[in-house]
């Protein structure tokens, strides 16, 4: 069956793939000491304009979540993510299993709005009873969102700014920024990123990697002891290299940029193909994640040939649907899928 | 340089990578769901007959040990280890990290003695303010322990009445399980293993895979809703795959036993060289950590040509020295190892 | 100063005093095992109409909340609240800090609606991926809410038969549940809160004690080792007698509903004086808690006589400020409150 | 029935019920803001000569103890006690219910050893693997210990320099603090404390009062928002007067100095009528618990006319049983206690 569902269907790029049977004999020291790593450090730190950067290789999205924002919070803060945030909404709880509440501002297509943020963040200040209260420690936000959405810089360089005028720090969550950064409508590059977040990570397990998220640090900020911290929450690979090795692959001759724009191009091409057809955008994704609405009746059908991913209702009669590319993705596998719908079509 | 550190020095079994590149571009879904990770679980329970054992693949030592501790105790209980179990020495706290206290009993060669065990939870019950207190509510044991050695069937079938009759879970950490399964002087099967605790792992990082644990729970007793759990503590892999593949290799026509055996040999004759050579074993351990009395002057000479691990100080003028072998140990690599160590000699 | 600010601005009820002085130098033990918490305890039971209830008295309202839970919340659970409920704002996070998320549903003048309570929980059970969640581990209420609003016995019914469904337990504020037994406007007897929750607690520290909190569980249905876990939250009184004399006295000959009736008539007292001279409620809370809309001037002038609490802004003139009564408010005392405002009209 | 069995045995000290009846209408903010807290708090600084303490009023001593050391740990740091420290033995794991292990070294009749403790941070910071494992972030000693035992002078200022030469906090948990400094046999004043501490609490629970410690930062150092973190952790009391008023009451003309004096001087006197009748002292304790050794068919005998704590097992035929005096003693029931004694040993 042809499978549409998420970004993480398929294994690693083929050249992880490789650079793992050529380096796999190669004696190397564990827990993140060996030299691929270092090696990886150096390029992400290149490519992120950030000499300074502090780099910890994680295994998964959830895991790096819940250790960062655990790292950095005091016992009596929380962290501030929109209502449809990862953190808030699929990870089990994880945070909070830390301690530390989850506190919720609205969400606009999945994004932050910064000057609700600081709205928000005033309100908390002004209260009387605010040390009764949670106190707000740190921004969390996705780029690109859940929703596929991306912040544009100027609304970055915004939310930025309030969280230097409450000295908190700024955390991105990127399990998907590859896609975010090759988005062919986005002026955000990884510089602004790293310049203008206090830690944020660059997504792996979606982008190519069988594994791994590379967490930064981008002013040589990281928490005291970090890594003491990934030891404690189950958050250290004891053969560094498993992520070493990726990472290091990824950001070789640009790799891990030209995948992700492969994904989008065919994902742009997935929603041309689509409206074309005169299916209704959920929203106007900029990024690997299409929201479609689809007639229930349809999407039933379509389901014994294709898998794609339920995401909500839309009304009595239409559902919204998502569908995703992955470096993985072909034309073929895209021209597919519409043959496959325009086949029910006429039947 | 000639490392001999430790066990997770190369990458993972050529069988390993094969499957890796042969599986590569099949889509399947994620978190588990995969037929490699079925097919994987298939051959662990017939390995184990274990016809109904539920079984779940996580990524690491550290994580699977505060995972399935945290998953099994109610607030008010701890967990029972020896001094030098790994949970209480080297795992920076997870465990208490999760709220559960680690209570010690004393060790001896790295093992718990049944009696003391029984001695101790005994004088918790009959202890009159026993309610002011941590309540034991499981036991941790490591097989092969810290110090490479291994319970016999019959302490197993001890410390197993012991916590039957006291109706707490026995957990077995099995990191370097393989290891001790394949010692040439053990009476313990991975069956014994599967009828006498009710939760053990078998370890993969150490035993030729990348990474990678399989938790066990023999008779289908899996705390409830522990997908959840492993969401909630950062320890659900997205591509399942990535730990499906790898098991199902192990457990492909006695894989994991094979390459375990390997190790045995080699750990085996390592130690023969260096008795003959009249060096002092600090224990005799039967597994593949061998832990050697080396002279401090010529510990420091070795430094420069061989990698092994410090262990403890021994007395004055001598110190004890990890040598492990593994899946990835050549014959070739310990015979390097005794001509550098006689080339020193004569020196 | 005259205050109206909240209702634990006096000591105790005399009659409690005079019970410490008579019992002082009894010799008992300690931990709630002596003979006034026993009795306190039955008296409780025969009040409720629930012979079979367990009791527990801790000190405070935040530790009560936190402490019990926690003890029913597994570790994958958290608590469905509103979102003004005391747990989700004004306790510095105290559940998170056990591990537990709090889950909103919409407030309705404080209070949850039932229908909606179960649209939320028949959500979470219908999401594919809810494995990935938190799932909602029981039902918190407030009883008065945060508002001073009481639920309709039907509203509670319908509340319990939503839980009872789900089969999670359903907990009961009461930190100021005497002045909601006690209203002149209320169907709910505290029979009926022991016959539909699964636990509650009848609030002294407001209702007349120095501290202290009865925590009832009326089907003798307290979590496991529930003794030790308030020692755990360090919520365990080694004299246990400073609660059990308290709560001895104030269910001797209905003492508790005595003073929370007076309060009551005050309260109805102040309400009506504030409606006869035109001034706007805020909402029409039928408890102890007035919430009255004044003018910012008056509202300043006001501050340098009589304490209140602000509670929020109405509108870019307005303010909503708390006046509240208690077991210690005297008729004198609202007279003297009006006489001011009267005073501050006229100047 | 007579009972020696503990130290909080009957209510308040008859000073404390007085101050309740007198202050009783009198409004007072809640949380700690009123003027006897602020009294109580001035006096505390004048007994302790520390002008810029700042100090905190909780309820109990377990709920103290983790306040005060979660409020002090970073995540991977973790305290060290002694082996019999309250905070490892008898708090049901309230420690480590807020994420922190407790790091444990030898007693010596219940007091922890400089040199010991020096080694054992040594050997922490030594370890090649320090990163691995919990960092000891704070020291944890009792004064009285759980044994009745005091520091000297000396040894608490040579406990000092280490914690201030690994520049982590030293904290005394004090819940029989007054007894400790009235001892006929100690040479260390509260002053001394303050200066050698960085944290510290006054017991009143156990010293005159119904409840009640005093923490104290003596050098203004409490961690960033402790107010918050008290609330966080149930521990913040809603009429703070309830503790205001004691301490106030305490430190008003040197009444908790001297009614521990009154307590000791019993204890002395009980202590000498056990010698004098040939009863062998488990150790030669300075303070208001004492220790003496019982053969057992004498304790049996006893226990239906005194009330004492059974402590342990000290040989075949002998036990440990604990006889604690406390402000309410009289001479009259130590004498009554010897006339039982003498009693039973004619019959």
Not at 217 to 238: D, W, Y
Request: glycine residues 8%; proline residues 3%; aromatic residues 12%.
């Amino acid at each position: 069956m042809l499978l549409f569902a998420c970004d993480y269907l398929e294994g690693a790029h083929e050249a992880i793939l490789e650079a793992f049977v050529r380096t796999n004999r190669e004696q190397l020291p564990g827990y993140g000491n060996d030299h691929y790593c270092e090696s990886a450090k150096e390029k992400i730190r290149k490519a992120c304009d950030a000499p300074d950067a502090e780099i910890y290789f994680l295994a998964g999205g959830t895991q790096t979540n819940s250790t960062v924002i655990a790292a950095y919070l005091a016992a009596y803060e929380g962290v501030v993510a929109v209502e449809t945030g990862h953190i808030n909404v699929h990870e089990a709880g994880a945070v909070e299993y830390t301690g530390h509440k989850v506190m919720t501002v609205p969400q606009h297509q999945g994004k932050m709005c910064p000057q609700e943020l600081e709205a928000f963040l005033a309100k908390f200040w002004n209260d009387p009873s605010h040390e009764h209260m949670v106190f707000p420690g740190m921004v969390y936000i996705s780029h690109p969102t859940e929703y596929g959405t991306l912040y544009t810089r100027a609304e970055l360089e915004a939310i930025s700014a309030v969280t230097n005028k409450y000295q908190i720090p700024l955390f991105l969550y990127g399990a998907r920024l590859g896609y975010g950064l090759c988005s062919s409508s986005t002026d955000v590059t990884i510089q602004d990123i790293a310049r203008l977040c206090d830690c944020f990570y660059i997504g792996g397990t979606k982008v190519g990697a069988l594994c791994g998220e590379a967490v930064v640090f981008p002013k040589g900020n990281a928490p005291k002891h970090f890594l003491t911290i990934t030891k404690q929450h189950g958050a250290m690979t004891a053969k560094g290299r498993l992520l070493g090795v990726q990472f290091d692959t990824l950001f070789t001759d640009d790799l891990y940029f030209k995948i992700a724009r492969g994904a989008i191009e065919l994902a742009d091409y997935l929603k041309a193909e689509f409206v074309k057809r005169g299916y209704k955008l959920y929203l106007d994704s900029p990024t690997n994640q299409q929201f479609i609405v689809l007639e229930n009746a349809e999407m039933e059908q379509l389901k014994e040939q294709v898998g794609y991913e339920y995401w909500e209702p839309y009304d009595e009669t239409h559902s919204v649907v998502r569908f995703a590319t992955s470096w993985a993705t072909t034309r073929e596998m895209v021209d597919e899928l519409f043959s496959i719908i325009d086949g029910l079509k006429k039947a």
